[in-house]
């Protein structure tokens, strides 16, 4: 039987994860809550790595408020940059496959106009996407043995997400406005689950860097638009800029991942984002 330890086990991916291994009887997850395992304790990483020989480590732990990490740089790169480190140092000494999370955030966004592949430079405009360009960096530094997994728009019953902020203000206000010029891919955080446990039933040897998103583009103002319709809310939907957003964090405009090397390497059919989206809203009803 393969183990499989999962870190930020109560995050919104690895609840996805937990939701979909009744279904791999042969193998054993376990999921470490950040209290249970905080992947900045470089000690606590290396004893619990180290007693329990796990085949795979996935890395769902990460500082995700992208607001808050302006303001908070410290926490966000000791958590996406040296967490991952442990990780991936913990994970050499045992021989334990590294999966681990990443962002499309570590892109700019400018002057972008076809989706962005794995050999495209990075260039984060904001704490988060420099912090989670750290962790990237530090893995590909330390332990070949990895899988880097690019993803954007995450979104899930779980968590803290768009879609559920969505559905919440449809319940308390008539009219929102929504940012109509940053355009990307949004995700279902299940699809990129069933992704993770592909590659590790596949037993795949392919490590490195993929991206991995729902096909289709949009802006947040066309989620938005798109999560209405489908819940048949009777909200009405502004288009603005993201001049005109108050916020202290600059995000970039494009954020498409291209996901042919993914699709070619562990063979799988990205759905349409609305496809996704319809499907998780009526597994919700
Ligand atoms: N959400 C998105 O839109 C998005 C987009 C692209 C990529 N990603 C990436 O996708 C991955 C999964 O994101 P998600 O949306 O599932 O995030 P999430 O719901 O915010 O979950 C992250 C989890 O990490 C835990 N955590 C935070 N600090 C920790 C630490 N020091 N040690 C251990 N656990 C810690 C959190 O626990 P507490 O709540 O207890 O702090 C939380 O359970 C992340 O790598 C993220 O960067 C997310």
């Not at 249970?36 to 329990?52: A, G, M, P, R």
């Not at 926490?75 to 940059?81: K, Y």
């Not at 990129?192 to 040897?205: E, F, G, N, R, V």
């Not at 990205?270 to 009803?285: E, Q």
Request: aromatic letters at 12%; a positive charge; glycine letters at 6%.
């Amino acid at each position: 039987m393969k183990s499989i330890l999962v870190t930020g086990g109560e995050g919104q991916l690895a609840l996805c994860i937990k939701d979909r291994i009744s279904f791999y009887d042969d193998y054993k997850f376990i999921f470490k809550s950040s209290s249970e395992l905080d992947i900045t304790n470089e000690s606590l990483v290396h004893t619990v790595i180290k007693s329990n020989s796990f085949d795979y480590c996935i890395n769902c732990a990460a500082y995700t408020s992208v607001e808050k990490a302006e303001k908070e740089q410290k926490t966000a790169f000791e958590v996406n940059g040296n967490g991952p480190k442990y990780l991936a140092e913990a994970c050499k000494l045992s021989g334990t496959i590294l999966i681990h999370i990443s962002t499309d955030y570590v892109f700019d966004g400018i002057n972008k106009k076809k989706p962005y592949i794995e050999t495209d430079i990075a260039n984060p405009i904001n704490v988060y996407g420099l912090s989670k360009l750290k962790g990237e960096n530090e893995i590909k530094k330390s332990y070949k043995k990895h899988f880097i997994l690019r993803t954007s728009w995450l979104y899930s019953e779980y968590g803290n997400n768009f879609l559920k902020t969505m559905l919440s203000l449809s319940k308390k206000k008539s009219e929102i406005e929504v940012i109509n010029d940053q355009i990307g891919a949004p995700t279902y955080a299940g699809d990129l689950a069933d992704l993770i446990l592909k590659i590790i039933i596949s037993s795949s040897k392919s490590y490195g860097l993929y991206h991995f998103s729902s096909s289709g583009t949009c802006s947040w103002f066309d989620f938005a638009v798109e999560i209405f319709n489908q819940t048949r809310a009777s909200i009405i939907v502004d288009r603005i800029s993201s001049a005109d957003y108050l916020s202290n964090v600059k995000r970039p405009h494009y954020g498409v991942l291209d996901n042919t090397k993914a699709k070619s390497n562990f063979n799988i059919n990205n759905k349409n984002w609305r496809d996704s989206l319809s499907s998780m809203i009526n597994k919700l009803t």
